[in-house]
């Protein structure tokens, strides 16, 4: 059966809403916070001045703020952290081969299996999560200027709401 031709598609004469549609808007939103929240690290006097020019030169992707996001203070198994990031173990592997690389964490011995290796931040890592802290409040409050209080604020309840609901969490 032959594909319709583009102008006999569904829809052919609107296909804005491939632009606007809910996911596209949160993926984008989150792509710029995630930008934002990197930029203002990369200009943090606390962070390590290798770390914060890796930052600045876009060294640093958002894939590497999933270890900052998920990695407890206690530590995790390699696997447990990279089911929490939902990514696979072998890409959250990479990951922190780059981030023990650049002194953000550590592997050490599982006390409870030795044949397991748990992933720590070092003392640059918890300057790392300081400053992601500071940065992620930064750009809340900045997202929640340029919105308002009430829009933000909403935005921030659905969004909860919604991620509560996901399947498979």
Same mark, same amino acid.
């Given at each position: 059966?032959?594909?319709?031709a583009p ?9 804005? $809403?491939? +632009? ?6 949160? #993926?984008? @939103?989150?792509?710029?916070?995630? &930008?934002?929240?990197? +930029?203002?690290?990369a ?8 770390l914060s020019n890796?930052?600045?030169?876009? /060294?640093?992707? &958002? =894939? ?17 952290l *990279? +089911?929490?990031? #939902?990514?696979?173990?072998? *890409?959250?592997?990479?990951?922190v081969?780059?981030c023990? =690389? $650049? ?8 006390p409870?299996? @030795? ?6 931040f ?5 300057? $790392?999560? /300081?400053?992601?802290?500071? @940065?992620? &409040? /930064? =750009?809340? *409050? %900045?997202?929640? &200027? %340029? ?8 935005v ?6 919604? @991620? ?6």
């Open positions: 059966m032959p594909f319709p102008h006999d598609a569904p829809d052919a004469q609107n296909a804005g $809403w491939r +632009q606007t549609h809910l996911g596209r808007l949160m #993926g984008s @939103a989150l792509r710029r916070f995630d &930008a934002r929240v990197l +930029q203002l690290m200009h943090n006097v606390e962070v390590p001045l290798a890796l930052a600045a030169r876009d /060294q640093v992707s &958002a =894939a590497h703020v999933h270890i900052t996001r998920h990695l407890s203070l206690q530590g995790d198994r390699l696997t447990d *990279a +089911q929490r990031a #939902g990514m696979t173990k072998q *890409a959250m592997a990479n990951l081969d780059q023990e =690389a $650049w002194g953000l964490v550590t592997r050490e011995a599982d409870l299996d @030795a044949r397991a290796r748990r992933v720590h070092t003392a640059t890592g918890l300057a $790392w999560l /300081q400053a992601f802290r500071e @940065a992620v &409040a /930064q =750009a809340q *409050a %900045e997202f929640r &200027a %340029e919105v308002g209080d009430d829009v933000a604020t909403v921030s309840i659905g969004l909860e709401a919604y @991620a509560g609901g996901a399947v498979g969490d």
